[in-house]
């Protein structure tokens, strides 16, 4: 399929890098055309502006600042998907800046279909995925298609619900982040069920 991003970023190259290994058409689009296009060359997509790329994308990756995230959104033409990667981190305190970014993107561009996907890890992750990284997805659709390229990053993707989910993933990476900088470990957080109770719900293992 045709992915622009709004953005050249850790995020956007790190991601955008797999999709085109997968085979699918990239932009990599930016605000300085030279750094968009430094980014698409290391990675053998195209460049384009933001309106470009954004114009280009039957999906969008919007990587840019999440106090951004809103304004930039508004140049993504109607019907097409829009994965919103953002955490908007008070950097003071790890906590939210503001609590749900995904909906107010979907307020303001409502033509859009705005799909929470990819800010649970950092782009180091993303990058050279482990194996089986779930990744949950939030959203009201389009998810069997942010699920394919969930997939195409080498993770697994997880349903975790509609868009109003979405502040609990936004939320869910700020405590983690916060964890993690005070110097703590998430990884034992989320036991597999059989761990934890000595038995497995079907599918689960
Ligand atoms: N890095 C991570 O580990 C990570 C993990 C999960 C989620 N996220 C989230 O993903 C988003 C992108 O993060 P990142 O690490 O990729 O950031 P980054 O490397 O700093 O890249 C940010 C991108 O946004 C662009 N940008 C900044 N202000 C803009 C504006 N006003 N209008 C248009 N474009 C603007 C920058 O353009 P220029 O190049 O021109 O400055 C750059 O291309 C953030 O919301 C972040 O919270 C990051």
Redesign the pocket.
């Known amino acids: 399929m045709r992915i622009g991003t709004?953005?050249?970023?850790?995020?956007?190259?790190?991601l955008a890098g797999h999709w085109v290994k997968a085979g699918h058409d990239m932009m990599i689009g930016?605000?300085?055309p030279e750094?968009?296009a430094e980014?698409a060359k290391r990675i053998g997509a195209a460049a384009g502006s933001?309106a470009e790329a954004a114009a280009y994308g039957e999906v969008v990756l919007?990587?840019?600042?999440?106090?951004?995230?809103v304004?930039?959104a508004k140049i993504v033409p109607p019907g097409r998907t829009l994965i919103d990667?953002?955490?908007?981190?008070d950097h003071r305190d790890f906590t939210l800046a503001q609590p749900a970014?995904a909906e107010a993107i979907n307020h303001a561009v409502p033509s859009v279909q705005v799909v929470k996907a990819?800010?649970?890890?950092?782009?180091?992750?993303?990058r050279n995925p482990p194996a089986n990284l779930g990744v949950p997805i939030c959203g009201d659709g389009q998810l069997d298609l942010v699920a394919e390229l969930v997939r195409d990053v080498g993770c697994v993707p997880v349903a975790a619900g509609g868009l109003v989910r979405a502040k609990l993933l936004e939320a869910t990476?700020a405590l983690a982040i916060a964890i993690l900088v005070g110097g703590g470990d998430v990884r034992g957080m989320f036991p597999a069920l059989a761990d934890a109770f000595g038995t497995a719900l079907p599918g689960q293992s």
Do not use: K
């Open positions: 709004l953005g050249n970023g850790l995020m956007a190259e790190a930016g605000r300085d750094r968009a980014v933001l919007l990587a840019v600042p999440a106090e951004t995230a304004e930039v990667c953002t955490n908007a981190l970014t990819f800010n649970l890890a950092a782009d180091a992750v993303w990476a």
